[in-house]
């Protein structure tokens, strides 16, 4: 009988401790959350081409107004999407995730053309970064550069 209980109890504590971690490792940002990029809307917060990822609310649509190209993105603290609204055809645009957050270059960063030059479409353009599996380090800037 006294083993029984004690089977029970083990089998009890392994899955409120399973329960606890899905709850406590999972993010908060959720599918069903609902974002908008619409170019007039009130609570888009305008940054520059270069940001310390740290200092990014979590959650909020944030607009970069460059001369050569106006994009808006979300970021999750893993991924961003986002969609450029307009971009000179002769420009392209690079994603620069950074390590450090004043994103000076180093072996760890990740680059990537979301828009290259001369090549359409040139505005209402859909792009997302997936933030690559299993590193063991986060990135700290981000930066969206000309491509050429």
Request: charged letters at 25%; aromatic letters at 14%.
């Amino acid at each position: 009988m006294f083993s029984i209980k004690t089977t029970k109890v083990k089998y009890l504590a392994i899955y409120i401790v399973i329960i606890y971690l899905i709850f406590a490792l999972t993010d908060n940002v959720y599918s069903q959350d609902i974002i908008s990029f619409n170019q007039q809307a009130e609570d888009i917060i305008t940054i520059p081409s270069k940001i310390d990822l740290t200092k990014l609310s979590r959650g909020g649509v944030f607009k970069v107004e460059h001369e050569d190209f106006v994009l808006q993105f979300f970021f999750n603290n893993r991924d961003i999407l986002g969609l450029i609204f307009k971009r000179k055809p002769s420009i392209g645009i690079m994603v620069h995730l950074c390590l450090y957050r004043s994103c000076e270059e180093t072996p760890y960063d990740l680059r990537k053309v979301i828009a290259k030059a001369l090549e359409p479409p040139y505005d209402k353009t859909f792009f997302s970064i997936k933030f690559p599996k299993k590193l063991q380090y986060e990135f700290q800037g981000l930066e969206f550069l000309k491509h050429k």
